[in-house]
């Protein structure tokens, strides 16, 4: 594999998924909203966290931030209202 020469300024922290940063300013409060809300895997990398093929000069997924975490609670179709 050749190694290229230039330096990517990319940071190698995944970053959380509730605050979407690598360090969090408040580490319990995004526990608490990751314990609270329903998460699943990231469509856009299949929950691996990597860009790969979708976006070369990335090397984290966009959507997810590295995480491969994504809040679903959100999504209508599988939202259950109780009468
Ligand atoms: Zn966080
Ligand atoms: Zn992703």
Redesign the pocket.
């Known amino acids: 594999m050749p190694s290229p020469a230039l330096t990517a300024r990319i940071s190698l922290q995944r970053?959380?998924?509730?605050?979407?940063?690598s360090?969090?300013?408040?580490?319990a409060?995004?526990l608490d909203?990751l314990t609270s809300h329903t998460w699943g895997n990231c469509d856009d990398c299949a929950g691996s966290g990597f860009a790969g093929e979708l976006d070369p000069l990335a090397i984290f997924c966009r959507v997810c931030s590295g995480s491969g975490r994504v809040e679903i609670s959100a999504r209508p179709a599988l939202t259950a209202v109780a009468a």
């Open positions: 970053a959380c998924p509730a605050c979407g940063h360090r969090c300013a408040d580490p409060e995004c909203s």
